[in-house]
């Protein structure tokens, strides 16, 4: 089994940054892709960032490109969300996940992921 614990969510005003982080222990797959998903109240869970292990290849969102940067640190097991330019849309609980390697489009599906965190949530006030 897999843990995912993400950290790092808060209460931060528009057009301020936050940093995600998601810690992942025990039995993790030899390589991986590891997905960052939110979700709004009342809306379903959203494809935000995603990143093959050893960084190869990131995948974004179209709409949240140039504000947020995934990224790996392999030796601890973490991957980071760099929120930058928050607006008040950008609310929400975000995921962390992790998934075997496969195609790219199965990146951006929260259905292909085996492995989930709790959650952490992101408010940005207005």
């Known amino acids: 089994q897999v843990h995912l614990e993400e950290s790092g969510g808060g209460l931060v005003q528009a057009g301020g940054s936050l940093r995600l982080s998601c810690a992942a222990s025990g039995r993790t797959f030899s390589s991986y892709t590891s997905g960052w998903f939110r979700q709004a109240p009342g809306k379903g869970r959203e494809f935000v960032a995603a990143i093959t292990w050893s960084g190869g290849s990131t995948y974004y969102a179209d709409s949240l490109k140039g504000r947020f940067t995934i990224s790996i640190d392999d030796p601890k097991n973490t991957v980071y969300l760099q929120m930058n330019s928050l607006k008040p849309e950008d609310t929400a609980v975000y995921y962390c996940?992790?998934?075997?390697?496969?195609?790219?489009?199965?990146?951006?599906?929260?259905?292909?992921?085996?492995?989930w965190g709790q959650g952490t949530q992101v408010t940005v006030s207005s």
């Open positions: 996940a992790q998934k075997r390697p496969g195609p790219s489009w199965t990146n951006l599906q929260p259905t292909m992921y085996n492995y």
